[in-house]
Each structure stands twice: as C-alpha cells, then as structure tokens.
C-alpha cells in the first residue's frame, strides 16, 4: 500500500520557522521526483518546490524562493521541506505528492495545515 504521510505543521508567528516532512512507503521512493504543493483557504493547488530523485535538483515558486528549502533523506524514505520568514499569505495546507518513475503514477499526501498568524 502506498503511503504518505506528512507531518510537522502548526500555528506559527510571521517571520518564524517551520519544518515539514513527508514519510513514504510502498512504492520506490529513491526513483521518484517529490514535490510539495499547497492550498490557500478559498484557492486552488500551487506548486511550492520539486527535487528530482536524486536531489541533485531543485526548483521553487518566486513566491517561497530563498525562504523555503526542499530536501530529501532516500535511506529514510523521507522528503523535507524547510520553511524560513513564513508569511501569514504561505497560510495553507502543504501537500507532499510523488511522481514514481516506475509506475508513471502520482501519490499524495493528506496534508498537513501550516497557519502563519499573529
């Protein structure tokens, strides 16, 4: 069975710091591209930030470039996404969501609500 599962967001103060993680089973983690992406109350999805397989490579929105950090642990099964200065407008839900090499099939999370608030 696959699984994601994200964990680590919370109600946090603007400018503080957050760390997300998704933890991942039942399918080739080390072969999968891992991406967070994020809903904001009343919006649609927005892609945050990819890393490749490897994590050689990274990519992020303008919107959390030199704030945000993805990273990932392939011996852990584990994609991380480091979140610096938070804004009360990265208020959403972060999804983690993996796109497997080997079956050509995407997976998500069920997310886990991040609130930027004084």
């Known amino acids: 069975e696959v699984q994601l599962v994200e964990s680590g967001g919370g109600l946090v103060q603007p400018g503080g710091s957050l760390t997300l993680s998704c933890a991942a089973s039942?399918?080739?983690?080390?072969?999968?591209?891992m991406t967070w992406v994020r809903r904001a109350p009343g919006k649609g999805l927005e892609w945050v930030s990819t890393?490749?397989?490897?994590?050689?490579?990274?990519t992020y929105a303008d919107s959390v470039k030199d704030r945000f950090t993805i990273s990932r642990d392939n011996a852990k099964k584990t994609v991380y996404l480091q979140m610096n200065s938070l804004k009360p407008e990265d208020t959403a839900v972060y999804f983690c969501?993996?796109?497997?090499?080997?079956?050509?099939?995407?997976?998500w999370g069920q997310g886990t609500q991040v609130t930027v608030s004084s």
């Open positions: 890393i490749n397989d490897y994590g050689g490579d990274t």
């Open positions: 039942g399918f080739t983690f080390s072969f999968s591209p």
């Open positions: 969501k993996a796109h497997s090499k080997v079956s050509g099939r995407d997976y």
